[in-house]
């Protein structure tokens, strides 16, 4: 498989265009958030990542190196994960921590932060269903085929043998596409500005064609 085909090439475009029209919906440049608080600046950074994710990740498919975006898309949902939980669910001592210098004395600090399981758990409990359930969705039929792709396991060495499936690829893709929207999402409920929110909200109508498809469940260990 290659992903230079005419359908994906459309599609990786239309992603690039999805971006720079959710890029539009912020035309200060810099992120003005509502509230300065670590908490916020904190969640704000990790959506920021995920949008720094996205990017790579539509760069390793318009490389044809479809095994590393899909390692960096299971980073992308990390970040993701750790934006929702920051806002919705962490406590003050936690995000204390993660807002320290950073040092040795600081690292060893974050590790106590729970791991993404407990933060799903938390987020499931606290956040808009929204924004939980596609997260935990994508945890219980993604996460942890995508670990594959990050420690060289099964997945990547059968696809660099056997060819990386064009609809595998597109699908990919796609779920990036989502977070990137959930991001931007979150960025905008951060400024305050309801009417950015909505605009960013529903600005997905006009590029449906690179989103999944409503309903669809985010299998990534399809051999087709």
Known sequence: MTT??????T???L???FEAALQGCFPEGALLLADSSPK???????????LEHAVAVRAAFAVNAPNSAAALLRLQYEALL?????LYAASADQVAKLTRTLDAAAELASKNVPPSSDMLGAIGRTAPAGLSKPLAEFNQYSRHALNSFVHAGIHPLARTRTGFPTELALKLLT???????FAYRLLAGLTGSQRRMDKVT??????EPCLPVT??????TAST
Do not use: I
């Open 4 to 9: 230079t085909t005419d359908d994906f090439l």
């Open 175 to 181: 779920f990036s596409n989502a977070m990137m929207h």
């Open 15 to 17: 992603s690039g265009e």
């Open 202 to 207: 529903h600005l997905y109508r006009s590029f």
């Open 11 to 13: 599609v990786l475009d």
């Open 82 to 86: 750790r934006s929702a939980w920051l």
């Open 40 to 50: 916020h600046e904190l969640a704000a950074a990790a959506a920021q990542l995920t």
């Open 215 to 220: 309903g669809e469940p985010p299998e990534t």
